[in-house]
């Protein structure tokens, strides 16, 4: 098996510092608390250094999010093996997708940040079909599961939907729930005492809607995403602090 060399090894692992420190400098201060001259100066660094790894902050800011990308994908990939009838399958990707931005808010919060055009038209291609590449093999992985529950007469979808259609109302919900959770302190006042359970509930009540079965009144919810956290996440599940 090849394996990297000292030095390439060495320019690995200062990449990564470059990452850590700069998402904790986004975190702090947004688009504009990072700089390069701010990060050399706390790595000890000449601005050279940052330049051999980064041509501009863009630059660092969209590797920032293909991190936090992958590691969502990593998680999708996970609940997508999960050996049970599709229906369930993708209720585990729902789990990953809660888990993920319950704990890893900082990951989440940086996504946020990046998705703009400022952004995005300061990058090089390279580092956009990264962006792009972690996206579509996140909706294909999901998509596969739409497919599966077709395949297996789970669910008939109407002509006019296809499975990345569904999958992009999913994702449309669950980002745009999440992005509220993570901005406004006013849902307990609104009467959403347990956002993440209404998100749940809505997209089952959106999957039931399309005929999905097994409907969610036939499946004990609880117990299979109790299942789903003990055998898919028990690491993650273990980190997280609050009550599912």
């Known amino acids: 098996m090849k394996t990297d060399t000292p030095k390439k090894q060495a320019i690995l692992l200062r990449e990564q510092r470059i990452l850590e420190l700069a998402r904790r400098m986004v975190l702090k201060g947004g ?15 000449s601005r050279g250094t940052i330049y051999n790894h980064f041509r501009c902050k863009e630059e660092i800011i969209l590797a920032l999010l293909v991190e936090t990308m992958n590691k969502r994908r990593e998680m999708f990939q996970r609940a997508a093996a999960h050996r049970a009838v599709p229906r369930l399958r993708l209720a585990a990707v729902g789990v990953a997708a809660e888990l993920f931005v319950r704990l890893f808010p900082d990951h989440f919060h940086v996504e946020q940040i990046v998705k703009s055009d400022s952004i995005w038209n300061k ?32 669910l008939d979808l109407p002509s006019s939907i296809t499975p990345e ?58 117990e299979a995403t109790e299942v789903i956290l003990r055998q898919i996440f028990p690491d993650e599940f273990a980190m997280l602090k609050q009550p599912w």
């Open 31 to 45: 688009y504009h608390g990072l700089s390069l001259e701010s990060l050399a100066e706390s790595l000890g660094v």
């Open 123 to 154: 990058t090089t291609e390279e580092r956009r079909a990264l962006v792009r590449s972690c996206q579509l093999q996140c909706v294909g992985i999901v998509a596969g599961i739409v497919r599966d529950a077709v395949a297996q007469g789970h």
């Open 165 to 222: 259609g569904l999958v992009f109302g999913l994702w449309s919900m669950s980002e745009g729930a999440y992005s509220i959770i993570a901005t406004s302190e006013a849902l307990t006042e609104l009467g959403i005492a347990e956002p993440f359970l209404a998100i749940r509930q809505n997209i089952h009540r959106l999957l039931d809607g399309f005929g999905w079965t097994p409907l969610s009144r036939e499946v004990d919810l609880p």
